[in-house]
Every structure is written in C-alpha cells, then in structure tokens.
C-alpha cells in the first residue's frame, strides 16, 4: 500500500513538474521566489539590528512576487489568487508610498 502511494506521488509530481512544464509554471515558480526572498531579506536585517525590522527590500520583493504572481493568477484564470493578489499588492504599494513620504521624518524601515 505504502508502495503506490509512493508510486502515485511520484506520478503527481511528475505530471506538475516535468510534462507539463511551460513558461507560465516557470513564471509562477519565479513569483514564489520572490516571496521566499523578501522573507530572508527581512530575517537576515532583523537578526543584524537584534531586533525585528522590515527593511525597504521586503516591501519590493512584496511589491514585485504580489504582481507577479497576480499576472501568473489572471492567465490561469484562478480567482482566490487573483482576489488575494489584487489587495495584497495595494498594500505593498501603499506602504511603500508612505515609507518613501516619511523617509525624510525618520521611517522605521531600515533602507538596506
């Protein structure tokens, strides 16, 4: 039993990741980086000050995965990333206009 579902498992994986692989999975799989990268961005600066920061680069590795991974969204027609996407990046856009407006009043946001 625990055989096929081994077996099974690997035909999955194999089908998503391998036949039908195309530009668009790729995109997504880019996308995702960039999530993945904003959160070591963050753990790095935060473990350097001693304390939890969020450095400007969280906001444009949001900024960017959250549209990327919209367009990737829209193309495959998905709705709960689309609607989760659409938000989420206002938001990253948002507070980047606001620690860019507060920059000169000393921000809490590390620039680095």
Known sequence: ????YGQALGDYLYDVFVAKFDF???FGLIAQLFFTARFLVQWISSERAGQSVVPMAFWFFSM???LMTLVYGVVKREPVI???QALATVIYIRNIMLILKNRASGSKTLDR
Do not use: E
Request: aromatic share 8%.
């Open 82 to 84: 689309i609607l989760g």
């Open 64 to 66: 960017g995965g959250g």
């Open 24 to 26: 668009w999975l790729a």
């Open 1 to 4: 039993m625990l055989i096929q």
